[in-house]
């Protein structure tokens, strides 16, 4: 089996799904039991200060903390994920490849906003995730296109900018894309 972890799959025109529409997902996880990822480019109306404030944590500069939290999947929406760089010493990191990982303890929320926290990281709230088969099955309807990863995209692109320019380093340009799905 072919894995897709370390990839992004970059939502078709066609999948009117309201969590997936014009979405870039960071594929944490993939094997022959299913799929994991987060959305990367779908803010929510909260600022990442204001969930660390309803866990009890004090934001060291919340002016540093008003980026968005984003809204990582309809998967349990009360549990928070960090994509970062990387950074040892968090009691529950996942390393995805060199250059990513995810975290899920209360650890890494202390440090956000400190020198300790990962040199890039982004919040989410909830997750993406697909049976055995069922990412695969989506992937053959044409729902869906894997895109290499560049951490740029990331880290360093506006999210309303992310699925255009995902598309872009693929050599697609959105304006052609269709939300017809058709047969030859």
Not at 26 to 50: F, Q, R
Not at 82 to 106: A, Q, Y
Not at 133 to 160: I, R
Request: hydrophobic residues 40%.
């Amino acid at each position: 089996m072919h894995t897709l972890q370390n990839h992004f799959l970059l939502a078709m025109p066609s999948l009117q799904d309201p969590y997936f529409e014009r979405s870039l997902v960071y594929i944490c996880e993939h094997n022959d039991e299913g799929a994991m990822g987060l959305v990367t480019n779908i803010p929510l109306s909260m600022p990442v200060s204001e969930v660390l404030n309803q866990v009890k944590i004090e934001p060291p500069f919340e002016a540093l903390l008003e980026q968005p939290v984003i809204q990582g999947g309809p998967v349990a929406h009360d549990r928070g994920f960090v994509l970062h760089s990387p950074r040892p010493g968090f009691s529950s990191s996942m390393k995805v490849s060199d250059e990513l990982m995810i975290t899920t303890s209360r650890d890494i929320l202390e440090t956000l906003g400190t020198d300790a926290a990962p040199a890039h990281w982004l919040l989410t709230l909830g997750y993406a995730g697909w049976s055995a088969g069922q990412l695969e099955q989506e992937l053959t309807d044409g729902s869906w296109l894997v895109v290499p990863v560049d951490t740029s995209l990331l880290f360093a692109t506006p999210l309303h900018e992310r699925w255009q320019r995902a598309a872009a380093s693929i050599g697609i340009n959105t304006l052609h894309l269709s939300s017809q799905i058709g047969h030859a």
